[in-house]
């Protein structure tokens, strides 16, 4: 790996995570990697850019050193703040995959047992069959979830990152909810909380922050759209903070004057079912122990049957459209996969009442040796203003 010039951490940190995901290469069977997630990228490199909706290739031997394959417009962004110390390039009036494909042949991995990213969001089906036509002496594995079994633990690195990013986003749910008042449009809520965000040091978000009042907070992801407050109106938030590419998030929802009876006790029930699955966090515990622990509460409340989606997911690096990791790892029923110390979860039980209200609260929480820490630390209340 390459000197680092302005990496995000130390070029330890990146040796450490390479020998981990060369090791499971090995244990299935795999010469190299062909990555084109931009999380994972950065994981074992450094590299980051908004241009990853143009194909973008990492290459992964077994035993040796990543190679990048990029744009040549991206060419400064390997140079300076990452750990690698191959790559070529393409213009773009060259085909990438046939780049790719030569690049293989240059370092003698053609004719290797290689694995594609076969869940990447960012690896399309008319690349991936050229790729295979283009390499007919190779034997394609599958490698999936390869990086991402490594991400799922957290070292304390990014943990310090997630911890800084949680004091941001703390700074910047005061600003939304001091904000907040009739006659105020939640277009201006959100410019007042982003403003905060960004001047207190977070970097561009990995998702939009979510601001929606009324009856529209009812709606799964809906947020800001120019709507102005009104008396007796909830205002819910969800919004995230991120520091060197790992987000931390926060959701809380408040009320302009008197709530209605029902919109109280929903959101009491949420904060119900978010705090009993952090006293159920510990390492050994089940993501699905978790979730019933979650679903339990909010059940007792009588409200069970408004919870129709998962408890939580893994959270950590995050690109734009979105700061989840739920491809990694989730919170939901029925799952009997253990949580390990340093796993990282955005607990989002969230209520919706149609047509009416949609009170939710959250925690981003660490799994610790011994149970479960919020990073977040915020009032856990639903606030009357």
Sequence with gaps: MATPVGLPFPIEEFQK?????????????????????????????????????????????????????????????????????????????????????????EYGLSDKR????????????????????????????????????????????????????????????????????PGVTDNEVAGELTKVLYSSGSLYFAGQPYVASGARSARGHATFSNVMLEEGDPVF????????????????????????????????????????????????????????????????????ELFNHRTGYSIGIGFPPGWGEGQIMDIKPNDPRPLEAGMTFHLTPALFIPDVAGPGFSETVLVTESGAEPLTNFPREFIIK
């Design 17 to 105: 995570r390479l020998i981990g995901v060369q090791r499971r290469l090995k244990d299935r069977d795999l010469d190299l990697l062909l990555c084109y997630t931009p999380e994972n990228i950065y994981y074992l490199t450094g590299y980051h850019t908004t241009g990853y909706y143009v194909y973008q290739c990492l290459i992964v031997p077994a035993d040796q050193d990543p190679i990048m394959v990029t744009r040549e417009l991206e060419e400064e962004n390997v140079i300076h703040g990452t750990c690698i110390n191959r790559y070529s390039t393409f213009q773009d009036t060259e085909d990438p995959v046939e780049s790719t494909c030569k690049t293989l042949a």
């Design 114 to 181: 290689l694995g594609f990213e076969s869940t990447s969001w960012f690896l399309q089906l008319k690349d991936y069959e050229k790729t295979v036509s283009l390499l007919p002496n190779a034997r394609i594995g599958d490698g999936a979830d390869l990086i991402e079994a490594s991400r799922v633990i957290k070292s304390p690195l990014e943990i310090e990152c997630m911890r800084e990013a949680a004091r941001i986003v703390e700074k910047g749910m005061k600003a939304g909810i001091d904000a907040s008042r």
């Design 237 to 304: 938030f969800e919004i995230s903070a991120n520091v060197k590419r790992y987000s931390t998030a926060l959701m809380r929802t408040i009320n302009l004057g008197q709530p209605d009876d029902e919109v109280k006790r929903v959101a009491e029930a949420s904060i119900a079912g978010v705090t009993a699955a952090i006293e159920a966090m510990k390492p050994g515990a089940t993501s699905g122990e978790v979730d019933d622990a979650c679903r339990t509460a909010i059940t007792r409340a009588g409200y069970g």
